[in-house]
């Protein structure tokens, strides 16, 4: 059976914080999770410091860390920029890159317009290809929209398809942004997506609230272990 990896995402659940974490402590929780097994450690991100402030002091985290651990590491990007920065480091296997199938949150998120974050991801694309870095797109608003948009499961699919096929993206995370997931729609958006795109790695990026949290995994982990054909599964 393939593998199932379980990648943690420290900044995320950081990044939202408005009193600055000092950096001897993010490095210090950052080595203790890299001491756990998970496949990947999604650790920070090189995105201007007036858009997060909070992740500012990626580059001197990534300076502390003991990687002798088999984690491999992912830092989000917003821009070529960023992608730059990011990729100049050879302890960074992956960049990751949020891309929104709402045009209201791409603004929100990137202030971009889908069609420009489109563009910037080809950028990107091609900087971690130059670099050998696995470019890993999260996709925003994966299971809904807050913002009155359209959104359905064959518009999730199109997107994929588009990003795979016009892009070259073989990872993609889809991305519970507002926490609107639930069980029925894990187990019917992602069997549609990997009989669409088999070659494609997909991963599960979930927020949500303790609650709901046993719920939404165990349907990701079923259809990992059913016979209906999920060939890589990221839990996020």
Known sequence: MPELKIVECPRDAMQGLHEFIPTEIKT?????LLNCGFDTIDFGSFVSPKAIPQMRDTAEVL???NLTTSSKL???????RGATDAASFDEIHYLGYPFSISEQFQQRNTNTSIDDS?????????IAQKAKKELVVYLSMGFGNPYGEEWNTDLVVSWSERLHKNLGISILALS??????????VRSLFPQLTQALPTVEFGAHF?????????IIAAAYTLKRSTVGFPNLYLR
């Open 28 to 32: 210090s929780y950052i080595n203790q």
């Open 63 to 65: 300076k502390g860390l």
């Open 74 to 80: 992912l830092a989000i990007v917003a821009n070529e």
């Open 118 to 126: 489109m563009h910037n991801l080809e950028s990107i694309q091609s």
């Open 176 to 185: 519970d942004t507002i926490g609107c997931a639930n069980p029925e729609d």
């Open 207 to 215: 927020h949500t609230v303790r609650e709901k949290a046993d719920g």
